[in-house]
T-cell receptor, first 114, second 115 residues
Framework: DTGVSQDPRHKITKRGQNVTFRCDPI?????LYWYRQTLGQGPEFLTY????????KSRLLSDRFSAERPKGSFSTLEIQRTEQGDSAMYLC????????????FGPGTRLTVL | AQSVTQPDIHITVSEGASLELRCNYS??????LFWYVQSPGQGLQLLLK??????LVQGIKGFEAEFKRSQSSFNLRKPSVHWSDAAEYFC?????????????FGRGTSLIVHP
């Protein structure tokens, strides 16, 4: 079990640039979730996938945000025209379809927008 | 909509002392409740969960939590804290969504352990 991995771990960008993050879930997990965590706050749900289908999106996911999971394995989260308010930790989690569906979290990608 | 309140931003305890972290929730139906721990550079790890049944729930690393419906609380406890328990602790309430559960997290409580 290699766990959930995220790449990059840190990203510094200038305001207005586009950024893309990648999440590789635990291999047998069908569900994949994205969260955002700002300093001093708990994680906030952004969106989740079951296989390649995006089943739910939060109101936090503005038009500048897009997430994909094209083959039902890894997922990408893209932020276009970044703003300073996008600076946060972006967390990915995955779960199986069985039972309670415990979510296993990755270490996160810390984004800093200058 | 559901919400979670963790009233203590920081808690400081001495190693070996007992610990209680407070969590209050607001949710109209029977809640699904969780405690997670987050160490620096690490992902969130599930400590324990409550869905139904026995209101005293045992988790990993010697933690337990008690669901009290009358107080809308789900406080986390540990009888003897170790220095390695220093971390951020998050309480969460989850609602079902398309066969999965989407947790709403509290703002977290930072645990500081003095030697």
């Amino acid at each position: 079990d290699t766990g959930v991995s995220q790449d990059p771990r840190h990203k510094i960008t200038k305001r207005g640039q586009n950024v893309t993050f990648r999440c590789d879930p635990i291999s047998e997990h069908n569900r994949l979730y994205w969260y955002r965590q700002t300093l001093g706050q708990g994680p906030e749900f952004l969106t989740y996938f079951q296989n390649e289908a995006q089943l739910e999106k939060s109101r936090l996911l503005s038009d500048r945000f897009s997430a994909e999971r094209p083959k039902g394995s890894f997922s990408t989260l893209e932020i276009q025209r970044t703003e300073q308010g996008d600076s946060a930790m972006y967390l990915c989690a995955s779960s199986s379809l069985a039972g309670y569906n415990e979510q296993f979290f990755g270490p996160g990608t810390r984004l800093t927008v200058l | 909509a559901q919400s979670v309140t963790q009233p203590d931003i920081h808690i400081t305890v001495s190693e070996g002392a007992s610990l209680e972290l407070r969590c209050n929730y607001s949710y109209g139906a029977t809640p699904y409740l969780f405690w997670y721990v987050q160490s620096p550079g690490q992902g969130l790890q599930l400590l324990l969960k409550y869905f139904s049944g026995d209101t005293l729930v045992q988790g990993i690393k010697g933690f337990e939590a008690e669901f009290k419906r009358s107080q809308s609380s789900f406080n986390l406890r540990k009888p003897s804290v170790h220095w390695s328990d220093a971390a951020e602790y998050f309480c969460a309430v989850a609602t079902p969504s398309g066969g999965s559960y989407i947790p709403t997290f509290g703002r977290g409580t930072s645990l500081i352990v003095h030697p």
